[in-house]
């Protein structure tokens, strides 16, 4: 499998449709620049990765982003139920292979799995990843973080509304969420079952809508 092509193709879709309802949630202004830095980085980064070349300097608020994922991806399929080894081989692998090129290191702890409908584990991983993504962009960035405090205090109160199911927050990321989800699972070669399970997984969350 060709590992630095599928990420980068999941960095331009990142990059194209930033898992953010940017314009229909007020007050996430600071997160939504933030977040478009950071996607425009980390393609930036995985094109040069994709030609074995070193890493072209970042913020480390693209560490916290990418190794975020790998938390997150790990819970994601637990939740889902999909078969772990392959997701772990298919999906989780890649983007720890890109997290570890953007900072060496390891992993931090995976999120926690969640029960419950699609829609709510979709949206309380989130915010667990939101909040993640702060914990290791302060932890990482130092000094450098200062400058995205009015982000930083989005993302905080962002949190809570993804776990309100009645906040407007709520049905804008669940629905960018799943329109993201799409173009992001088609780029990895996923068995035919998995698939199936997948978007039936993933129709049941648009049934929330
Ligand atoms: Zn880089």
């Known amino acids: 499998m060709?590992?630095?092509?599928?990420?980068?193709?999941?960095?331009?879709?990142?990059?194209?449709?930033?898992?953010?309802?940017?314009?229909?949630?007020?007050?996430?202004?600071?997160?939504?620049?933030?977040?478009?830095?950071?996607?425009?980085?980390?393609?930036?980064?995985?094109q040069a990765w994709v030609q074995d070349s070193p890493c072209p300097d970042h913020e480390p608020a693209v560490d916290a982003f990418n190794w975020g994922i790998v938390a997150w991806s790990d819970a994601f399929g637990l939740s889902m139920g999909v078969d772990q080894v392959e997701w772990g081989r298919v999906f989780i692998a890649p983007h720890h292979e890109f997290a570890d090129y953007l900072r060496p290191g390891r992993p931090p702890e995976p999120l926690p799995t969640v029960d419950g409908a699609p829609a709510n584990i979709i949206l309380?991983?989130?915010?667990?990843?939101?909040?993640?993504?702060?914990?290791?962009?302060?932890?990482?960035?130092?000094?450098?973080?200062?400058?995205?405090k009015d982000a930083m205090i989005e993302a905080q109160s962002l949190q809570g509304k993804l776990r309100n199911p009645g906040s407007p927050a709520y049905k804008a990321f669940l629905e960018s969420d799943l329109v993201f989800f799409h173009h992001l699972f088609k780029h990895f070669p996923f068995s035919e079952q998995t698939k199936k399970h997948i978007n039936a997984w993933l129709k049941r969350?648009?049934?929330?809508?």
């Not at 990420?7 to 949630?25: D, E, F, S, W």
């Not at 915010?127 to 932890?139: G, H, S």
């Not at 969350?205 to 809508?209: H, N, Q, T």
Request: charged share 25%; aromatic share 6%; proline share 1%.
């Open 2 to 46: 060709k590992y630095k092509e599928i990420i980068l193709n999941c960095t331009r879709v990142n990059h194209q449709y930033m898992r953010l309802p940017a314009g229909k949630v007020a007050g996430l202004e600071a997160m939504t620049e933030l977040y478009k830095r950071i996607a425009s980085q980390s393609l930036t980064c995985a």
């Open 124 to 148: 309380t991983l989130d915010a667990l990843w939101t909040e993640l993504v702060i914990k290791l962009t302060a932890r990482w960035g130092l000094l450098h973080h200062l400058k995205d």
């Open 205 to 209: 969350a648009e049934e929330e809508l």
